[in-house]
């Protein structure tokens, strides 16, 4: 039977999403594409989970696509295909969980790995994190969503910096560029990841999902529409039990309990 590629644990309402071949440094081949977006549905389905931790097992997050694959180019597949049918399903499974998703950056985030930890809601780095447009090394445009994600977060010039020169950025650059939410100690990177899913999970999770809609509608509508979009959300958000439960514990000046429905 071939090895699992990506593991999945879920536990107090946050799945882990491991990605497995620590050999590698992670890349992406199918089997791994196609495994870390089944454990991202499966935790999707879930109602038990309420949050989403994406990480990758050994010294790194996830070196981009697998380059062992193209050590014969004749026979490799072309990156156009490979893209829509590889990295497209992931990047779209995660981006549309419903659920919120935080990225554990232990090591290198390279290439088409630094786009998936682009593409979760919010980014936790180890001290010995390293982000890497690592496209240009090898002759290709940022892909997987980095030229949607990257300018959006850090800006044109920056964006254009990090995908023409291909340096790594490090951990406290990135929180500089508010990259990433926190830089913690290598060593409790799952525990300091968790800890902030489980913060988010105990969250309105529904609202939470409709936050991150709502904000890529915004940065690509005009005023009227966002306004629009905003309205048509919050009607629908009033009548979930979650809006009750806020406004009830405000009255009641308690915390509040929220259940995502
Ligand atoms: O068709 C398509 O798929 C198109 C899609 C493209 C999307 C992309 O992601 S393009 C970008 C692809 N990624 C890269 O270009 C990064 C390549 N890797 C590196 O530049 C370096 O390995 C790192 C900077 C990531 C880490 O450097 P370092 O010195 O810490 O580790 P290392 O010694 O280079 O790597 C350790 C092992 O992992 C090594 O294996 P070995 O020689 O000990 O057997 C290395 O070959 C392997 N490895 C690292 N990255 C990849 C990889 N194996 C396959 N694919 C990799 N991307």
Same mark, same amino acid.
């Given at each position: 039977m071939?090895?699992?590629?990506?593991r999945?644990?879920? @536990?107090?309402g946050?799945?882990?999403v $491991?990605l497995?071949?620590p050999?590698?440094l992670?890349?992406?081949?199918?089997?791994?594409a196609?495994?870390?977006?089944?454990?991202?549905?499966?935790?999707?389905a879930?109602?038990?989970? +309420?949050?989403?931790v994406?990480?990758?097992?050994?010294r790194?997050?996830c070196?981009g696509?697998?380059?062992?694959?193209?050590?014969d180019?004749?026979?490799?597949?072309s990156?156009g295909?490979?893209?829509?049918? +590889?990295?497209?399903?992931?990047?779209?499974?995660l981006v549309?969980?419903?659920?919120?998703t935080?990225?554990?950056?232990?090591?290198?985030?390279?290439?088409?790995?630094? @786009?998936?930890?682009?593409?979760?809601?919010?980014?936790?780095a180890?001290d010995?994190a390293?982000?890497i447009?690592?496209?240009? +090394?090898i002759?290709l445009?940022p892909d997987?969503g980095?030229t949607y994600?990257?300018?959006?977060?850090v800006?044109w010039?920056?964006?254009?910096?990090?995908?023409?020169?291909?340096?790594?950025?490090?951990?406290?650059?990135?929180?500089?560029?508010?990259?990433? $939410?926190?830089v913690v100690?290598?060593?409790?990177?799952l525990e300091?990841?968790?800890a902030?899913?489980r913060?988010l999970a105990?969250g309105? $999770?529904r609202?939470?999902?409709?936050?991150?809609?709502?904000?890529?509608y915004?940065?690509?509508?005009?005023?009227?529409?966002?306004?629009?979009?905003?309205?048509?959300l919050?009607?629908?958000?009033?009548?979930?039990?979650?809006?009750r439960?806020?406004?009830?514990?405000?009255?009641e000046?308690?915390e509040a309990r929220? $259940?995502? +429905?």
């Amino acid at each position: 039977m071939a090895k699992e590629t990506v593991r999945f644990e879920a @536990s107090e309402g946050i799945a882990t999403v $491991t990605l497995d071949r620590p050999d590698r440094l992670n890349a992406i081949d199918d089997a791994l594409a196609r495994d870390a977006a089944a454990a991202l549905a499966r935790a999707g389905a879930d109602g038990a989970v +309420r949050c989403v931790v994406l990480t990758g097992a050994g010294r790194a997050f996830c070196a981009g696509a697998d380059l062992k694959q193209f050590e014969d180019p004749a026979s490799a597949p072309s990156p156009g295909d490979v893209l829509r049918r +590889r990295y497209h399903p992931l990047i779209e499974t995660l981006v549309g969980l419903g659920k919120p998703t935080v990225a554990a950056v232990g090591g290198v985030a390279a290439g088409a790995g630094m @786009s998936l930890a682009l593409a979760c809601d919010l980014r936790v780095a180890a001290d010995d994190a390293r982000f890497i447009q690592a496209f240009v +090394r090898i002759g290709l445009v940022p892909d997987s969503g980095a030229t949607y994600f990257l300018p959006r977060m850090v800006g044109w010039a920056k964006a254009l910096e990090l995908a023409m020169l291909g340096e790594p950025l490090d951990a406290q650059a990135a929180l500089a560029l508010g990259l990433v $939410t926190r830089v913690v100690p290598a060593a409790s990177l799952l525990e300091e990841a968790r800890a902030l899913a489980r913060r988010l999970a105990a969250g309105p $999770t529904r609202a939470l999902a409709e936050t991150r809609r709502a904000l890529a509608y915004g940065a690509r509508a005009d005023l009227a529409a966002a306004l629009d979009y905003e309205a048509d959300l919050q009607a629908q958000l009033a009548l979930s039990e979650d809006f009750r439960e806020g406004v009830a514990s405000f009255r009641e000046k308690r915390e509040a309990r929220f $259940t995502g +429905r």
